[in-house]
T-cell receptor, first 111, second 115 residues
Framework: KNEVEQSPQNLTAQEGEFITINCSYS?????LHWLQQHPGGGIVSLFM???GKKKHGRLIATINIQEKHSSLHITASHPRDSAVYIC?????????????FGKGTKLSVKP | EAGVAQSPRYKIIEKRQSVAFWCNPI?????LYWYQQILGQGPKLLIQ????????DSQLPKDRFSAERLKGVDSTLKIQPAKLEDSAVYLC?????????????FGPGTRLTVT
């Protein structure tokens, strides 16, 4: 079983829809990251969370430490949001800075 | 501020050939990471540098992969000889420090195809 599980693996939405991507993890963490990866490979960091909720534009990320679960929400989705969204966590122990990545959720927003 | 730079962006080689990738991190970032991302999977850490020292290379296949960061700035990752299963995107990232909550900034990646 992977230490970081994301769902769904693939998601197709119509422009304007509210989108939720989920991330569950099985290790104790010091921080959780949501990353966006566009075709071509480059990764952009969207959020880094250790508790509560963060909002940036149309994106909202929440985390529940007790339940070991995080969600990424996209309001009023747009075709330019089409990308792979990756959840990554930093556990305790091991080398500093190491991230454990989920496999990603591929989002396609249709106009 | 300039982001993490990587080159080349794409590389196609035959198996058993050698290849090298280059990364220039964000200025002032002490920590540099190399990741391997196979299609359909999340990135996997290959090696982490703090300045010019190796912090973690436990998942680096040392029989064929090597990496260096001689002056604590730029880094190169080499594969020699390449195998078909090395086909992947190689991502470089950097952060100010290597702490648990330090945010990592990723480069555009190098897509390697081994035929």
């Amino acid at each position: 079983k992977n230490e970081v599980e994301q769902s769904p693996q693939n998601l197709t939405a119509q422009e304007g829809e509210f989108i939720t991507i989920n991330c569950s993890y099985s290790v104790g963490i010091s921080a959780l990251h949501w990353l966006q990866q566009h075709p071509g490979g480059g990764i952009v960091s969207l959020f880094m969370l250790s508790s509560g909720k963060k909002k940036h534009g149309r994106l909202i990320a929440t985390i529940n430490i007790q339940e070991k679960h995080s969600s990424l929400h996209i309001t009023a989705s747009h075709p330019r949001d089409s990308a792979v969204y990756i959840c990554a966590v930093k556990g305790y122990g091991g080398s500093q800075g190491n991230l454990i990545f989920g496999k990603g959720t591929k989002l396609s927003v249709k106009p | 501020e300039a982001g993490v730079a990587q080159s080349p962006r794409y590389k196609i080689i035959e198996k058993r050939q050698s290849v090298a990738f280059w990364c220039n991190p964000i200025s002032g970032h002490a920590t540099l990471y190399w990741y391997q991302q196979i299609l359909g999977q999340g990135p996997k850490l290959l090696i982490q540098f703090q300045n010019n020292g190796v912090v973690d290379d436990s998942q680096l296949p040392k029989d064929r992969f090597s990496a260096e960061r001689l002056k604590g700035v730029d880094s190169t990752l080499k594969i020699q000889p390449a195998k078909l299963e090395d086909s992947a995107v190689y991502l470089c990232a950097s952060s100010v420090g290597g702490g648990a909550t330090g945010e990592q900034y990723f480069g555009p990646g190098t897509r390697l195809t081994v035929t």
